[in-house]
């Protein structure tokens, strides 16, 4: 297979090489970069027998930012296109000239599966915002809230929100009720939620699911955010 190409059997990976190899480089770089400077890319490859290890003919970076897997994996697919563009034209002309990986810093981005949707809400709420908008859309992140005045805890997927101020005098897995909504206490500071959806239901605004499902809610530290598994 790998020699049939009369050019170059070559590939689109969606990460700046040697970096994350393997099945899920965009969700991966997400979830375990979420400084502000984080940066995502992609690279034009040469095929080789071992996974994702082949020298490299191009690549290119992009500002993780506030980017989902969704968004991100549209992104790098339009950055992609256009550097294949190039490379395929300096294959043509003979130009072009790969360069090999290094290897003392590859890495692997292991498949996603629904457990990496489960919120570790010990965790800085900037580490919990990259993995909600990691698994976003899929498979989605997962917590169950044990609200004040429900029989049982309500299971809901999370869209991502918004990191707010510092959470110190709570404990991590608090749930408070305000003015502004929902927000959970992360091992820092709050982090309030957006959209959620509760099973069998459409996304929705978390104020209005308050006023349709919870609206005798207390103010304050109203029940807890459990972490799933």
């Known amino acids: 297979v790998l020699a049939a190409p009369r050019l170059a059997p070559i590939n689109v990976h969606a990460s700046l090489l040697p970096r ?11 979830m375990e970069n979420w400084g502000p400077d984080a940066q995502s890319g992609v690279a034009i490859m040469r095929v080789a027998s071992r996974l994702d290890a082949g020298p490299v003919y191009a690549d290119a970076a992009l500002p993780i930012g506030e980017h989902t897997a969704g968004s991100l994996h549209d992104a790098l697919a339009h950055l992609g296109a ?3 563009v190039r490379v395929l034209n300096d294959l043509l002309d003979g130009r072009a000239v790969a360069r090999e990986q290094d290897e003392s810093r590859a890495d692997y981005a292991a498949k996603i599966s629904k457990e990496d949707g489960y919120i570790d809400w010990e965790r800085p709420a900037a580490e919990v915002h990259a993995r909600i908008r990691g698994v976003t859309p899929w498979p989605g992140a997962h ?7 429900e029989a049982e805890a309500l299971h809901l997927l999370l869209a991502p929100g918004e990191v707010g101020e510092s959470a110190e005098d709570a404990n991590p897995g608090d749930v408070r009720h305000d003015a502004r909504g929902l927000s959970v206490a992360c091992g820092d500071c709050w982090y309030r939620l957006s959209l959620v959806r509760p099973q069998g239901r459409k996304d929705m605004p978390v104020r209005d699911f308050i006023n349709g499902r919870l609206r005798d809610l207390p103010e304050g530290i109203c029940g807890r955010a459990l972490r799933l598994g």
């Open 20 to 30: 994350y190899r393997g099945a899920a480089p965009i969700q991966r770089a997400i």
């Open 82 to 84: 256009e550097l294949l």
């Open 143 to 149: 917590a169950a809230f044990a609200l004040t005045g």
